[in-house]
Antibody
Framework: EVQLLESGGGLVQPGGSLRLSCAAS????????ISWVRQAPGKGLEWVSG????????YYADSVKGRFTISRDNSKNTLFLQMNSLRAEDTAIYYC??????????????WGQGTMVTVSS | DIVMTQSPDSLAVSLGERATINCKSS????????????LAWYQQKSGQPPNLLIY???TRESGVPDRFSGSGSGTDFSLTISSLQAEDVAVYYC?????????FGQGTKLEIK
């Protein structure tokens, strides 16, 4: 089955760190750029970060630049998001999503179920 | 960043009736070299991730019922549901992928009247 499965979310204090993972299966992971998209409770969708198929190029929203780091391990079909200096406004469900053309700036045809990150003291 | 603005914010339509959601981009998302509009539509049901309905503004994703259609070009787009079904209750989002970062509209909540 073609799927993405996120993990690693949880409750963290402001200023803390968290590492999210996204495990891919059922398709050639190394052929696709993958993005992280988040959704704050009751709010809309916000693209957070994207990484090229090889991992050589990475992109970030201004809201997370300098705090979040995206990476991938193509040998393990896994995407990561290292989140540092977390703020209350980072509280959201974090989805990984695959671009339909294999790009990160793309229409997203495959989404994971999401992992919840709560930043609170 | 390209700003995507949807209207209305919420919509109530009777079963079997037509529903139309509009999306306007702050700049054109039509790429002249290939004449494609870099615009997608998603459906998000409660407690679920978004589901791609339409891309290239009017191309229906595989498995999407043909009552869903997308239209428009440049900066103005629409998603139409020709005959609303109960399972279409959801929030709908448009998204541009013309520029980095990709950006989404604020969402339109569709309910049954």
């Amino acid at each position: 089955e073609v799927q993405l499965l996120e993990s690693g979310g949880g409750l963290v204090q402001p200023g803390g760190s968290l590492r999210l993972s996204c495990a891919a299966s059922g398709f050639t992971f190394s052929s696709y750029a993958i993005s992280w998209v988040r959704q704050a409770p009751g709010k809309g969708l916000e693209w957070v970060s994207g990484i090229s198929d090889s991992g050589s190029s990475t992109y970030y929203a201004d809201s997370v630049k300098g705090r979040f780091t995206i990476s991938r391990d193509n040998s393990k079909n896994t995407l990561f998001l290292q989140m540092n200096s977390l703020r209350a406004e980072d509280t959201a469900i974090y989805y990984c999503a695959r671009g339909i053309r294999g790009l990160f700036n793309d229409a997203f045809d495959l989404w994971g179920q999401g992992t919840m990150v709560t930043v609170s003291s | 960043d390209i700003v995507m603005t949807q209207s209305p914010d919420s919509l109530a339509v009777s079963l079997g009736e037509r529903a139309t959601i509009n999306c306007k981009s702050s700049q054109s998302v039509l790429y002249s070299s290939n004449n494609k509009n870099y615009l997608a539509w998603y459906q998000q049901k409660s407690g679920q991730p978004p589901n791609l309905l339409i891309y290239w503004a009017s191309t229906r994703e595989s498995g999407v019922p043909d009552r869903f259609s997308g239209s428009g070009s440049g900066t103005d787009f629409s998603l139409t549901i020709s005959s609303l079904q109960a399972e279409d209750v959801a929030v709908y989002y448009c998204q541009q992928y013309y520029n980095t970062p990709p950006t989404f509209g604020q969402g339109t909540k569709l309910e049954i009247k």
